[in-house]
């Protein structure tokens, strides 16, 4: 059973602000989702095999294909700034050797 004080460290621990009286709330809370784990631990499991999610998902995506673009010079002119044939940016990375 987890108790008051319990539910304090763990909201500590967790970096939360809770009131006393949410501490009080929260401890049935969290014993009802323990007990909810106990019950599905009496399960047999043995042939069931891994898995990450409940469903089975699938990535759609198109395939990676190279396209020439037809107007270049005013994709280009639309750059806050460019240089040569490429887009300018701001550095986000230091030279600097440590």
Do not use: C, W
Not at 46 to 67: C, F, G, H, K, Q
Not at 85 to 90: A, E, M, Q, S, Y
């Amino acid at each position: 059973m987890i108790n008051r004080q319990q539910v304090e460290k763990i909201a500590h621990l967790a970096r939360l602000e809770i009131t006393p009286a949410e501490e009080e709330a929260f401890a049935p809370q969290l014993n009802s989702i323990l007990q909810y784990f106990d019950q599905l631990s009496e399960l047999d499991t043995e042939n069931v095999p891994p898995m990450t999610r409940a469903i089975e998902l699938s990535n759609i995506t198109r395939s990676d294909r190279t396209e020439t673009y037809g107007d270049r010079e005013s994709l280009l002119k639309s750059a806050p700034e460019q240089e040569g044939d490429f887009f300018r940016v701001p550095q986000i990375m230091n030279n600097d050797q440590e």
